[in-house]
Each structure stands twice: as structure tokens, then as C-alpha cells.
């Protein structure tokens, strides 16, 4: 079932996007957590990582290289970052369409809570 990030990679509704290709697309987070958030989505519908199939590999594969090179284009990649992707109720899922957050520009803590 569609989501509000499928209205996004359509230009349904506005998004500060901040890289886009075939395969994912990277806008920032409308309620950031930290200087940096941004939320890096497959393109194609995924619920989760728990939904993923061998045939997702390689937008995986391609999604995780991109969030790498996205935080060295913020200037995260000397002080570190965090990526994150939250399944289901207990994760604190909100949006049923994959994404991964990508926090930076202050020191994390560890547990999340
Ligand atoms: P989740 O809680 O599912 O891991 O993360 C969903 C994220 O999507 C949240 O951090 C929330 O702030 C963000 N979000 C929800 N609606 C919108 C929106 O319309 N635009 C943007 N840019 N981010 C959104």
C-alpha cells in the first residue's frame, strides 16, 4: 500500500530533497532529531527490511553507497553519524515504506531510547 513517501517521489508533495536518482531518492526529514537528518527511501514500495526480497539487493547495495556518499557531501563523514532504519511498533515505524535516517552534525547517544 502507497504512502506519503510515494506522494514525495512523485512531487505529489514538496520535499527538500537533497539527491535522487532511478533507484532511491534522499529528502531532508520534515521533524529533524539532529543538525542533519535525512531519510534515504528505495523508490520501489517496501514496507521494511523485514519485507525485503533477494531481488532487492541491489537497490540496497546502491541505497547504503548513496547514504555513505550523502554524508560526506553534509560534512559528516570526519565526525562520524548514524544510520538508522526502524521496523514495526516496537521499532517506532511511522511510515510503512522503507527508509533509512541518517543523523549527524552532534554527538549521539547510545541505547536510543
Ligand atoms: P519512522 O518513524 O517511520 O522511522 O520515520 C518516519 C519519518 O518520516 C519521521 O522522522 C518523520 O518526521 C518523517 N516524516 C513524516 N512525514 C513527513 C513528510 O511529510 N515530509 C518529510 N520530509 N518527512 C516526514
Known sequence: MSTLFTKIINKEIPADIVYED?????FRDINPQAPVHILIIPKKEIV???TLTAEDKEILAHIMLK?????KH???????YRVVTNVGENG??????????LLGGRKLTWPPG
Open 92 to 101: 517506532g515505524q511511522s511510515v510503512f515504506h522503507l527508509h533509512f535516517h
Open 48 to 50: 521494511s527490511i523485514a
Open 22 to 26: 532511478d533507484l532511491c531518492l534522499a
Open 67 to 71: 547514504t555513505a556518499e550523502i554524508a
Open 74 to 80: 553534509e560534512g559528516l563523514a570526519d565526525n562520524g
